[in-house]
């Protein structure tokens, strides 16, 4: 298929737009069927939606599938970190949600894989590419006809029974009888605080903690997105021509380096997230992350100061008024996505240059001349769409690498890790659908916008962009984040008793015991004093 740019923007922002919606519906469905019909759920939805994009004979339908997919992706983004957190001992919560993150980026690298692999085939190599995401959606499907529901989930329903015999399952041979007390009395006194009355989402925004933590949980998604992580993901072969790689299947094979340095470096956010905490983790990945953003930006900027002139104006036949053969040079060209840059190399240098229309029918050549069909262009005469000949595509290059080292294991993870759990259990599936619908608008707004930004502020003007917002989460972090690590999820709500830009202050508490007890269905807090006198 021939696909526009508004159409590749249209694909890749219609699955992540059914995220958005499904994930804010995922609260009300985890709610009351619980964590792992959910998942099921989705399961089912990614089945479907494989089938469809694999076998689809239009684009429309194609975006029907994406859709399905999307709805899927949603309902699991919100779900799976939950089920993590509320099933996994306090001391690896951590990192086992923080594993789920890990094989997501572990399933991106082999679809980068098999997508290099399959861009050799000369017709519908995208079309097994989309059709293999079946069989890990039935292995997941099946795999969770075994799995427990949530204890957590069972307590708050009243199947407590149920919930004793999972977690004793889920626990092997350790006493659960302190752990399982400890939930089911916070759950009861949570009940008390919250007051029973109006929907889930109200009583959040009025009780100031709940509140503080939504407000932190969602900042936390949309700087995540606001960062650029997924325009870095889903348009890195695009991002790589842009810079200057000439070869489609050479940009595919980087695209699936930068996966694989994806991989590599949430597989350090695992092991550093119990060891440096939540806090200090994704301070130091996001204040890396803008760097590396900035030097992307100063990548493509070095780019077009040294873009190739066009030396060449040749009239355009089919049209009286042909914009494209009235740029200077091929950074002005390409920001045109109606234009392609015409040339011939001698040596490493660019001679005999034009900037020329695009055939509407294939962005793989021009619409006449010289570079408007494979045979013209047997001479040795070029034709670049969405990129221009530079010797600088390296610096491009080494920004991705180093974004993806920064952002992978912190920024990459965190916000997921964080939101699974910072709400008590009563607001725990709105939250995190509150928080997953946010990452997904901006993930939609960012990744639908991307190709249009990069067109009215240029490549550089659009990476030095996403720089100065990864510096603003920056400072949302450093005053908003308090720090997890190591802390019961029924303890972890007096640390939002604070004003909001006072709660990420907390890294002085790391060198004292501190204990909590309930105290007529609240948390109390102990003073330093008190703290001090606790053995």
Same mark, same amino acid.
């Given at each position: 298929?021939?696909?526009?740019?508004?159409?590749?923007?249209?694909?890749?922002?219609?699955?992540?737009?059914?995220?958005?919606?499904?994930?804010?519906?995922?609260?009300?469905?985890?709610?009351?069927?619980?964590?792992?019909?959910?998942?099921?759920?989705?399961?089912?939805?990614?089945?479907?939606?494989?089938?469809?994009?694999?076998?689809?004979?239009?684009?429309?339908?194609?975006?029907?599938?994406? =859709?399905?997919?999307?709805?899927?992706?949603?309902?699991?983004?919100?779900?799976? /970190?939950?089920?993590?957190?509320?099933?996994?001992?306090?001391? #690896?919560?951590?990192?086992?949600?923080?594993?789920?993150?890990?094989?997501?980026?572990?399933?991106?690298? *082999?679809?980068?894989?098999?997508?290099?692999?399959?861009?050799?085939?000369?017709?519908?190599?995208?079309?097994?590419?989309?059709?293999?995401?079946?069989?890990?959606?039935?292995?997941?499907?099946?795999?969770?006809?075994?799995? /427990?529901?949530?204890?957590?989930?069972?307590?708050?329903?009243?199947?407590?029974?149920?919930?004793?015999?999972?977690?004793?399952?889920?626990?092997?041979?350790?006493?659960?009888?302190?752990?399982?007390?400890?939930? @089911? !009395?916070?759950?009861?006194?949570?009940?008390?605080?919250?007051?029973?009355?109006?929907?889930?989402?109200?009583?959040?925004?009025?009780?100031?903690?709940?509140?503080?933590?939504?407000? =932190?949980?969602?900042?936390?998604?949309?700087?995540?997105?606001?960062?650029?992580?997924?325009?870095?993901?889903?348009?890195?072969?695009?991002?790589?021509?842009?810079?200057?790689?000439?070869?489609?299947?050479?940009?595919?094979?980087?695209?699936?380096?930068?996966? *694989?340095?994806?991989?590599?470096?949430?597989?350090?956010?695992?092991?550093?997230?119990? @060891? =440096?905490?939540r806090r200090k983790l994704s301070l130091g990945s996001i204040a890396g992350t803008a760097l590396s953003l900035f030097v992307l930006a100063v990548g493509f900027l070095v780019s077009a100061q040294h873009s190739p002139p066009i030396t060449l104006h040749p009239a355009d036949p089919s049209t009286l008024?042909?914009?494209?053969?009235?740029?200077? +040079?091929?950074?002005?060209?390409?920001?045109?996505?109606?234009?392609?840059?015409?040339?011939?190399?001698?040596?490493?240098?660019?001679?005999?240059?034009?900037?020329? %229309?695009?055939?509407?029918?294939?962005?793989?050549?021009?619409?006449?001349?010289?570079?408007?069909?494979? !045979?013209?262009?047997?001479?040795? !005469?070029?034709?670049?769409?969405?990129?221009? /000949? !530079?010797?600088?595509?390296?610096?491009?290059?080494?920004?991705?690498?180093?974004? #993806?080292? +920064?952002?992978?294991?912190?920024?990459?993870?965190?916000?997921?890790?964080?939101?699974?759990?910072?709400?008590?259990?009563?607001?725990?599936?709105?939250?995190?659908?509150?928080?997953?619908?946010?990452?997904?608008?901006?993930n939609v707004l960012v990744s639908l916008t991307f190709l249009h930004v990069t067109e009215y502020l240029t490549y550089y003007g659009a990476f030095f962009l996403y720089s100065g917002l990864a510096a603003l989460g920056f400072l949302f972090i450093y005053g908003c984040l308090p720090e997890?690590?190591?802390?019961?999820?029924?303890?972890?709500?007096?640390? *939002?008793?604070?004003?909001?830009?006072?709660?990420?202050?907390?890294?002085?508490?790391?060198?004292? %015991?501190?204990?909590?007890?309930?105290?007529?269905?609240?948390?109390?807090?102990?003073?330093?004093?008190?703290?001090?006198?606790?053995?």
């Amino acid at each position: 298929m021939n696909l526009s740019a508004l159409w590749q923007e249209l694909l890749v922002s219609s699955t992540v737009g059914a995220a958005a919606l499904s994930a804010l519906a995922g609260g009300v469905l985890n709610g009351f069927w619980g964590r792992r019909p959910c998942i099921l759920l989705a399961s089912f939805l990614f089945s479907v939606g494989a089938v469809m994009l694999s076998v689809a004979p239009s684009k429309e339908i194609l975006l029907v599938g994406r =859709v399905v997919v999307g709805l899927g992706i949603g309902v699991a983004s919100m779900t799976v /970190p939950v089920y993590i957190a509320e099933s996994a001992p306090t001391h #690896l919560r951590g990192r086992l949600v923080t594993i789920n993150t890990l094989f997501i980026t572990g399933g991106q690298l *082999f679809a980068s894989v098999i997508d290099g692999a399959f861009s050799y085939l000369p017709k519908d190599g995208w079309r097994y590419m989309l059709g293999l995401s079946l069989f890990p959606a039935v292995l997941q499907f099946f795999g969770f006809l075994f799995l /427990p529901e949530s204890p957590r989930w069972l307590i708050q329903k009243g199947k407590t029974q149920k919930a004793r015999r999972v977690l004793s399952q889920i626990r092997g041979n350790q006493n659960i009888d302190e752990e399982y007390d400890s939930i @089911k !009395t916070s759950i009861e006194d949570e009940e008390k605080e919250s007051g029973g009355d109006g929907p889930v989402i109200w009583r959040m925004l009025t009780y100031p903690p709940t509140r503080r933590a939504l407000i =932190v949980g969602c900042g936390l998604q949309m700087f995540q997105q606001l960062s650029g992580i997924n325009t870095v993901m889903y348009y890195s072969a695009t991002i790589l021509q842009m810079s200057g790689v000439k070869d489609d299947k050479m940009a595919i094979w980087l695209a699936a380096v930068t996966a *694989f340095t994806n991989f590599t470096f949430t597989l350090l956010g695992v092991w550093l997230v119990e @060891k =440096v905490g939540r806090r200090k983790l994704s301070l130091g990945s996001i204040a890396g992350t803008a760097l590396s953003l900035f030097v992307l930006a100063v990548g493509f900027l070095v780019s077009a100061q040294h873009s190739p002139p066009i030396t060449l104006h040749p009239a355009d036949p089919s049209t009286l008024n042909n914009t494209c053969t009235t740029y200077g +040079f091929c950074s002005d060209c390409m920001l045109n996505p109606d234009c392609g840059f015409c040339y011939l190399l001698n040596g490493s240098s660019v001679v005999d240059s034009s900037c020329d %229309h695009v055939n509407k029918a294939s962005t793989g050549e021009a619409a006449w001349g010289r570079c408007s069909n494979e !045979t013209a262009m047997a001479d040795g !005469t070029f034709w670049a769409y969405n990129y221009c /000949p !530079t010797s600088y595509s390296w610096t491009v290059l080494m920004g991705l690498i180093m974004y #993806l080292i +920064f952002f992978a294991p912190g920024m990459g993870t965190m916000p997921w890790t964080v939101n699974s759990e910072i709400y008590p259990l009563w607001a725990r599936s709105t939250g995190n659908a509150c928080s997953s619908g946010v990452n997904w608008m901006f993930n939609v707004l960012v990744s639908l916008t991307f190709l249009h930004v990069t067109e009215y502020l240029t490549y550089y003007g659009a990476f030095f962009l996403y720089s100065g917002l990864a510096a603003l989460g920056f400072l949302f972090i450093y005053g908003c984040l308090p720090e997890t690590k190591g802390k019961k999820l029924e303890e972890i709500e007096s640390l *939002f008793e604070n004003q909001l830009c006072t709660c990420g202050v907390s890294d002085s508490d790391e060198g004292r %015991h501190v204990e909590y007890i309930r105290v007529k269905g609240s948390n109390y807090h102990l003073s330093d004093n008190d703290a001090s006198d606790v053995e």
